[in-house]
């Protein structure tokens, strides 16, 4: 089935560090990724759309330069949390749809990546 | 997308089916209905979708009623691996669809 990878697992860094989180689709092509981001008991908050080879669609109330998104290839999309400050801990989630050996279909369901919990000191 | 709602929490007994309802009754012609659960510290897992017929695979079956307005995923024999926040979630259709809007879900309890 169609697996989605999300590097790293975990990160814990200091204050105004960047961090660069890697979502790869690992057997099918991804013309579109979706970031999360879920805070403890909560659900989750769609960030931002990832187009590949165009600029990103951010939801409302989500800064662009803070979280910036590139979609360089059909199986990866990276999110970099810049200057990350402690409220920007949280854990982040990717996710893409498709299928092994289909193109890209309407009601595809979306896959998932494992999540990264990040913890700004 | 049309909003779902579903009941915050549920418990169950080991063994026993485990329904889960939600309410979509704002769903139009064009949206799909997705289950994805997810287990503490994961990511989401899908689980079902369907469009209006009944569906069932490995592992869940997902009743939609004859108007649409509602579904019921059915785990026939719950186990205490089963225990997770349960997202129904409704979407539309299209060559890029995959934006969903996420709920609060149902917070299953398998006991033992």
């Known amino acids: 089935g169609a697996v989605v990878s999300q590097h790293p697992s975990r990160v814990i860094c200091k204050s105004g560090t960047s961090v660069k989180i890697e979502c790869r689709s690992l057997?099918?092509?991804?013309?579109?990724m979706f970031w999360y981001r879920q805070f403890p008991k909560k659900s989750l908050m769609l960030m931002a759309t990832?187009?590949?080879?165009?600029?990103?669609?951010?939801e409302q109330g989500v800064e662009k330069d803070k979280f910036l998104i590139n979609h360089a290839s059909l199986t990866l999309s990276t999110l970099t949390v810049t200057s990350a400050h402690p409220e920007d801990s949280s854990f982040y989630i990717c996710s893409a749809s498709g299928g092994t050996g289909t193109a890209l279909r309407g009601n595809q369901p979306q896959h998932f990546g494992d999540g990264t919990r990040l913890s700004i000191l | 997308d049309a909003k779902t709602t579903q009941p915050p929490s549920m418990d169950c007994a080991e063994g026993r089916a485990a329904n889960l309802p939600c309410n979509h009754s704002?769903?139009?012609?064009?949206?799909?209905v997705y289950w994805y659960r997810q287990i503490h510290s994961q990511g989401p897992q899908y689980i079902i979708h369907g469009l209006k017929n009944n569906e069932t695979n490995e592992m869940a079956s997902l009743i939609i009623t004859e108007d649409r307005k509602s579904s019921t995923l059915i785990l026939p024999h719950a186990t205490l691996r089963d225990t997770a926040v349960y997202y129904c979630?409704?979407?539309?259709?299209?060559?890029?669809?995959?934006?969903?809007?996420f709920g609060d879900g149902t917070t299953l309890t398998v006991k033992p």
């Open positions: 979630i409704v979407r539309v259709r299209g060559t890029n669809a995959g934006k969903s809007t």
């Open positions: 057997d099918f092509q991804a013309t579109t």
């Open positions: 990832s187009n590949e080879g165009s600029k990103a669609t951010y």
């Open positions: 704002t769903i139009s012609g064009n949206e799909y």
